[in-house]
């Protein structure tokens, strides 16, 4: 079992619907989880971050944990044709950031 | 403020070649981080340094992969020799240090490798 898993997609949805995208992972005592967006030829660039069981809304984003079921997700209401990227996941076994582990990543299709 | 510089961007090589990476992380940032990304995966960590010395490379394939920072600043990763599977996209990253909690990473654009 891999330790961070992710749907490699393609998901597609129209533009100004939600999309949901989802994480799984296998280390029951992580700590920390990220949502990083990375555009075809680019590098990651981190957009949420979420310590705690519960809701985390930043802007268009909500990022939702649930540590008893290990779970993870990411919401991107109103989404846009610019949203259009690979979402990585990440799990992290410490609560500073330095320690983590990356999904395969979902890819994201925002049609105009 | 300037992000994480690589070089080269692109480098093709053959088989059995040495190639290197520079990184210039962001200035007064203590952590310094190699990842490797294949095509439609993640990033796996290669070698994670805290200022000059190296935290956790228990991902680096110590046979034939090195990497440096000498003075905590500017870091090198080398492969020789390098082989077919090394194909990938190495990224650098850097991130202020423990004392900043939580601590976000930053990527550099990565340097393609393409090994022949």
């Known amino acids: 079992q891999k330790e961070v898993e992710q749907n490699s997609g393609p998901l597609s949805v129209p533009e100004g619907a939600i999309a949901s995208l989802n994480c799984t992972y296998s280390?029951?005592?992580?700590?920390?989880f990220f949502w990083y967006r990375q555009y075809s030829g680019k590098s990651p660039e981190l957009i949420m971050s979420i310590y705690s069981n519960g809701d985390k809304e930043d802007g268009r984003f909500t990022a939702q944990l649930n540590k008893a079921s290990q779970y993870v997700s990411l919401l991107i209401r109103d989404s846009q044709p610019s949203d259009s990227a690979t979402y990585l996941c990440?799990?992290?076994?410490?609560?500073?950031?330095?320690?983590?582990?990356f999904g395969p990543g979902t890819r994201l299709s925002v049609l105009p | 403020e300037a992000g994480v510089v690589q070089s080269p961007r692109y480098k093709i090589i053959e088989k059995k070649q040495p190639v290197a990476f520079w990184c210039n992380p962001i200035s007064g940032h203590n952590t310094l981080y190699w990842y490797l990304q294949n095509l439609g995966q993640g990033p796996e960590l290669l070698i994670r340094y805290e200022n000059e010395e190296a935290v956790d490379d228990s991902q680096l394939p110590k046979d034939r992969f090195s990497a440096e920072r000498l003075k905590g600043v500017d870091s090198t990763l080398k492969i020789q020799p390098a082989e077919l599977g090394d194909s990938a996209v190495y990224l650098c990253?850097?991130?202020?240090?423990?004392?900043?909690?939580?601590?976000?990473?930053?990527f550099g654009p990565g340097t393609r490798l393409t090994v022949l």
């Open positions: 990440a799990v992290g076994r410490d609560n500073y950031g330095q320690n983590f582990v």
């Open positions: 990253a850097s991130s202020p240090g423990l004392a900043k909690s939580p601590d976000t990473q930053y």
């Open positions: 280390d029951r005592v992580s700590q920390s």
